[in-house]
């Protein structure tokens, strides 16, 4: 065995990247190439039945079957005019990958021929047989039939000959057999919740998204090497051995130059990417040896979850093209970093606000540590049900060491932020809600521009870690699926809400002030200072308390 490793390890040296044509046109151009996106809907459909599917899209409801029938002829002329020959229901079953079931465009036309057809029951709704799948115990072995249901909210899409559609996927009983289906419920009740609480601060928000940003880590390693280890054939991570020489000790790896063949790798996956409509950002070398880091522009989370699934089979795909083995267990190898997958997770308003970052008012700021607490008291009530989340015998090997986070969840806000809250709870309602944004330091080094530093420091090993807009759940193991993760936070701090605004109307009811006439009172004291003692009095009297 040791000679064989030396031969391979000889090979491995000589090998040369494998060149990447880089398309003539800038990524803007050919992004979302292969993707029917709305673009691609105007193109191919009638403006009615856009109008009727974005409508669908954007604010819910039922597609009815003739709008799904006009719908499906156009992805059908799209895909037909990409070279598509098949169509597939692309779901996610609880085996923390994708499941598929190619049918070609063909029907017979019962005069001895075939013709291409794709109708809008296809589109709708298919028949996957669910007898294999992981369910839980929640049914018998022989009780096979369940169904796959389109989602109009991820983008169908182009692999190879195939028309991929995202769907989610049910039990004949109607139980779902996948992470889409309840990540949909968790993301329309947190939309629910926090529409509601944010009407007390803005009458004009009528929908809150769920933003989801992950950060994929993975190793790469020499396709021959790892075939001379049966360990990591048959386990995906080394199960004898020691350590090498020279591991992480001298840190010179995390943010090091990019080895060629590993740049053409990345190249080829971000251009392929791209063009699924995938918005890669940002690439560099992790902190273990081999070990590397790719990041997307954040997106509405369940379309996030669908990319980083697909992206995941692109990796290993694409790897292998380029004589390597995309390795995304989360702890391959003793004594260096494993790997995770932070989910950078932010809630917004469709008038633009971001309830996770300060504002520039004190009523922004109050909807600010609002949505703070609540998200806070989620997590606390719900600890032992996110740790559920994102645990797995793989991603135990990873939490807890080697600058991984505990398994043991708990939250890191950072110095102004727990200042603040601390500040909340004890101070009177005149002087609650300052809060220093980004700030200038001059380093005195000449040629070197002045720094815009943050509020608070940055905490690495967190589990779940406020980071100046968002909450960054870290202990998420780079193989899962991150709709597990989300369905648990998005639910938990849905239901934290709603117990707000439970509390918050029945103090309303009791005679105690708007929480948003509140805000605008706390801004009076500060702006009106001759009427200070005058408004005080009266918000006194009125019993105006700090709504935290």
């Known amino acids: ?45 009638p403006l009615k039945t856009y109008q009727q599917l974005r409508e669908v899209i954007e604010k819910g409801g039922v597609l009815s079957l003739s709008v799904a029938n006009d719908v ?83 983008p169908v899409f182009l692999i190879g ?4 559609i995202p769907t989610i996927f049910v039990s004949y009983t109607g139980e779902a057999l996948d992470y889409k289906a309840p990540l949909k419920k968790a993301l329309a009740a947190v939309d629910k919740a926090a529409t509601a609480v944010c009407k007390y601060f803005d009458p004009n928000v009528t929908r809150v998204t769920a933003n989801l940003g992950w950060e994929q880590e993975y190793f790469l390693i020499d396709e021959g090497l790892y075939a ?89 795909k694409i790897a292998r093209k380029h004589g390597f083995r995309c390795l995304l267990h989360e702890k391959p190898f003793a004594g260096i970093n494993g790997s995770g997958k932070h989910n950078n997770w932010s809630l917004t308003t469709n008038t633009g606000a971001l309830l996770h970052g300060p504002g ?52 890191f806000l950072g110095k102004q932020i727990s200042e ?42 967190s589990p779940f870690a406020f980071t100046g807009n968002r909450f960054e759940f870290r202990a998420v193991g780079s193989i899962a699926n991150c709709a597990s993760a989300m369905i648990a936070l998005n639910t938990a701090v849905a239901e934290a809400l709603v117990s707000f605004k439970e509390r918050v109307d029945a103090r309303i009811e009791k005679g105690q002030r708007h929480p948003r006439r509140c805000a605008r009172r706390h801004q009076d004291l500060q702006t009106h200072p001759l009427r200070r003692k005058r408004l005080q009095r009266r918000m006194e009297r009125r019993s105006c308390p700090p709504w935290s």
Request: glycine share 6%; net charge negative; with cysteine.
């Open 1 to 45: 065995m040791s000679n064989l490793r030396f031969k391979v390890v000889e090979e491995a040296f000589k090998k040369r990247p494998l060149e990447v044509a880089t398309p003539a046109e800038r990524p803007s151009e050919y992004f979302g190439k292969y993707v029917f996106n709305q673009e691609k809907m105007f193109k191919y459909l």
């Open 360 to 411: 520039k008012t004190p009523e922004d700021n109050l909807r600010f540590i609002v949505f703070v607490v609540e998200t806070l008291m989620g997590v606390y009530r719900h600890n032992g049900l996110l740790k559920a989340s994102i645990m797995s015998a793989t991603n135990a090997h990873r939490l807890g060491a080697n600058e991984a986070p505990p398994a043991i969840i708990s939250s």
């Open 420 to 461: 603040l809250l601390e500040k909340v709870e004890n101070s009177t309602s005149d002087e609650l809600f300052t809060l220093e944004g980004k700030h200038g330091v001059k380093l005195g080094i000449p040629q070197i521009p002045e720094l815009m530093v943050d509020n608070t420091d940055r905490n690495r090993t």
């Open 161 to 164: 000959d195939t028309l991929m």
């Open 72 to 154: 499906a002829q156009g992805m059908k002329k799209w895909a037909m005019e990409m070279g598509a020959t098949h169509c597939t229901h692309w779901f996610q079953p609880l085996t923390e990958g994708t499941a598929e079931k190619h049918d070609a465009f063909v029907e017979h036309d019962f005069k001895g021929g075939m013709i291409e057809e794709f109708s809008g029951k296809e589109l709708v709704q298919q028949e996957p047989d669910a007898s294999s799948f992981p369910n839980g115990g929640i049914r018998s072995t022989f009780e096979a039939r369940g169904y796959s249901a389109w989602d109009p909210a991820s």
């Open 228 to 316: 001379a280890r049966p360990d990591l054939l048959l386990t995906g991570r080394t199960l004898m051995g020691h350590d090498s020489a020279k591991n992480q000790q001298m840190e010179d790896h995390y943010f090091g130059a990019i080895p060629e063949r590993v740049a053409e790798f990345m190249r080829d996956l971000e251009i392929q990417a791209l063009e699924l409509g995938i918005p890669c950002k940002t690439r560099h070398n992790e902190v273990a040896p081999n070990q590397f880091e790719l990041a997307p522009i954040f997106e509405e989370c369940n379309l996030a979850v669908d990319h980083n699934m697909l992206i995941m089979s692109l990796m290993r």
